[in-house]
Nanobody, 123 residues
Framework: QVQLVESGGGLVQAGGSLRLSCAASGRSFSWNTMGWFRQAPGKEREFVARNSWTTRNTYYADSVKGRFTISRDNARNTVYLQMNSLKPEDTAVYYC????????????????WGQGTQVTVSS
């Protein structure tokens, strides 16, 4: 079993920054894509960013492009989400996820999920 553990969430004022971390552990597992999603109260879980573990290509939702950056540390099996210029509409529970697939992946395409970390942006 693979475990994904997020950390780094919290309360921040609009315009501020946070960095989320997602550490993977457990049995040997080769994942090809690591992604970040978020879910606000009463809304569906939505894609935020993803990183191809082999090609290093990154992709972002239009709503976060230019403000968020996904990166990873292979040696630590950790993926990060640097969030700058935060807005109140970024408030949500943020989840990291791992998939053995490549490409434009949706929620069902990810094999493992973390427990989520709350990000709250005050106006």
């Amino acid at each position: 079993q693979v475990q994904l553990v997020e950390s780094g969430g919290g309360l921040v004022q609009a315009g501020g920054s946070l960095r989320l971390s997602c550490a993977a552990s457990g049995r040997s597992f080769s994942w090809n894509t690591m992604g970040w999603f978020r879910q606000a109260p009463g809304k569906e879980r939505e894609f935020v960013a993803r990183n191809s573990w082999t090609t290093r290509n990154t992709y972002y939702a239009d709503s976060v492009k230019g403000r968020f950056t996904i990166s990873r540390d292979n040696a630590r099996n950790t993926v990060y989400l640097q969030m700058n210029s935060l807005k109140p509409e970024d408030t949500a529970v943020y989840y990291c996820a791992a998939s053995q697939l490549y490409g434009d992946l949706g929620v069902p395409d990810y094999d493992y999920w973390g427990q989520g970390t709350q990000v709250t942006v005050s106006s």
